[in-house]
């Protein structure tokens, strides 16, 4: 590098070859991205556009956090999950695409616009606010038992104005008063033994957002051990889970008392996702669509 630095983007865009990612270039552009505080197309239009020194500095400290494995959506700050920009930060889950599965989900059973629905274990709001945005008529609760994250997903509720939304701190259904026509969660669901926590971003994520005790089943039998004291007769819980947890997951719910336990598969064909009916017939204004939406 020249004396005094060569601070161009063409130059810096060279850094890729320090990074080992399967997006090294594109990792380097949102990096530059952050630290100048412009657009990719702005700096592929200008690349002997030169940064400061302090965009400079900005740029290689966040580079340096890259080549350590540190997850790009830690860096950035912000993650997309269902044509919604997020704010993410260390602390919270990363929002993922199978996760959509579970959305997409819930968004085709029949209830109307009066369902109230239970987000167990929010972290960035992903799920929450992405129930909310298609559907402004429901009302959404969300919780998480770390008060950062509540605090992350009130604040990402905001800024995409979705005042259908509440969110405060609990552990499970500890905090949680009333009954709910659709309960919803993406809990700790991986065992603290498996070598996938050792790779990749989950290095860097919470543990205890990963983590469950059981082999990994233990969060997902409680919360379907105890939905009954919070669903509506005919109301729905749907969980999201790993690809060898299904049989077992069904199985928690049809103990439990549940109906019309079925499976999702993912994007990717692996099932994901679990979701079983309350016995009892919900009532119309308690949040069934008798007609189309």
């Not at 991205?33 to 556009?49: E, F």
């Not at 239970?118 to 960035?124: F, R």
């Not at 099932?271 to 949040?287: I, K, Q, Y």
Request: hydrophobic share 45%; net charge negative; with cysteine.
């Amino acid at each position: 590098m020249k004396q005094g630095g060569d601070y161009s983007v063409a130059a810096l865009m060279r850094s890729s070859a320090a990074l080992e990612s399967s997006s090294p270039r594109l990792d380097v552009e949102l990096l530059l991205c952050r630290a100048s505080g412009r657009s990719r197309t702005w700096l592929r239009t200008w690349p002997d556009h030169r940064l400061t020194p302090e965009q400079h500095a900005e740029f290689r400290r966040l580079l340096e956090r890259r080549a350590q494995g540190e997850p790009m959506a830690y860096l950035l700050g912000e993650r997309e999950f269902w044509s919604l920009r997020l704010r993410v930060a260390p602390g919270a889950l990363i929002p993922r695409p199978d996760t959509e599965t579970l959305v997409a989900a819930a968004l085709a059973l029949p209830l109307g616009p009066g369902c109230r629905v239970l987000d167990l274990g929010a972290g960035t709001g992903a799920i929450a606010l992405a129930l909310a945005s298609e559907r402004p008529a429901w009302r959404v609760h969300a919780v998480d038992i770390d008060e950062h994250c509540a605090a992350l997903t009130r604040e990402n509720a905001a800024a995409h104005g979705l005042d259908n939304v509440d969110c405060w701190r609990s552990d499970w259904y500890a905090a949680v008063a009333g009954r709910y026509h659709l309960i919803v969660s993406n809990p700790p669901y991986i065992a603290a033994d498996d070598p996938h926590l050792d790779v990749g971003d989950l290095r860097f994520e919470p543990r205890r957002a990963l983590v469950a005790a059981d082999a990994g089943l233990a969060d997902l039998r409680h919360i379907a051990a105890q939905a009954s004291d919070h669903l509506e007769a005919g109301g729905w819980l749907l969980l999201e889970h790993g690809y060898q947890q299904a049989d077992a997951c069904a199985a928690a719910l049809r103990q439990a008392g549940f109906d019309q336990v079925s499976c999702i598969r993912d994007v990717g064909g692996c099932e994901r996702v679990t979701l079983g009916c309350w016995p009892g017939a919900m009532s119309a204004d308690a949040g069934v669509a008798l007609v189309a939406e």
